[in-house]
């Protein structure tokens, strides 16, 4: 009877020392599972996020080039029709001129007409380009 009663003593003791265990084993599976789900969420809205960032900046590089680009093909073709309209006007002042002076007078005037016209030119393209940065960078922020 007494081996009965220390075996039975033991299988109760053996069986609460499994159940502690266990239990023990699952807390900390399940505290491993939610580390893990959580570092999994983070890599994944962390990669979101840089995706995004570098889509942003991609398209805000995109736009100035193409800024840059217009900028220089509309400062290049001013620049010739100003420089064909100057010749043109050469050519005519001094096939009509007879004097001297008066084509000296008409090629200054010529000059200083065309030196204007790039400046200002000049001048609306930087605001376009300004403007148009400043609206990008807004739209994209």
């Not at 991609?58 to 217009?70: L, M, S, T």
């Not at 200083?112 to 605001?127: K, T």
């Amino acid at each position: 009877m007494v081996i009965y009663v220390v075996v039975e003593i033991v299988i109760v003791v053996v069986v609460k020392v499994v159940v502690v265990v266990v239990e023990e084993v699952v807390v900390v599976v399940v505290e491993v599972v939610v580390v893990v789900v959580v570092v999994v969420v983070v890599v994944v809205v962390v990669e979101v996020v840089v995706v995004e960032v570098v889509v942003v900046v991609v398209v805000v590089v995109v736009v100035v080039v193409v800024v840059e680009v217009v900028v220089v093909v509309v400062v290049v073709v001013v620049v010739v029709v100003v420089v064909v309209v100057v010749v043109v006007v050469v050519v005519v002042v001094v096939e009509v001129a007879v004097e001297e002076e008066v084509v000296i007078v008409v090629l200054e005037v010529v000059v200083e007409v065309a030196v204007v016209v790039v400046v200002v030119v000049v001048v609306v393209v930087v605001v376009v380009v300004v403007v148009v940065v400043v609206v990008v960078v807004v739209v994209v922020v």
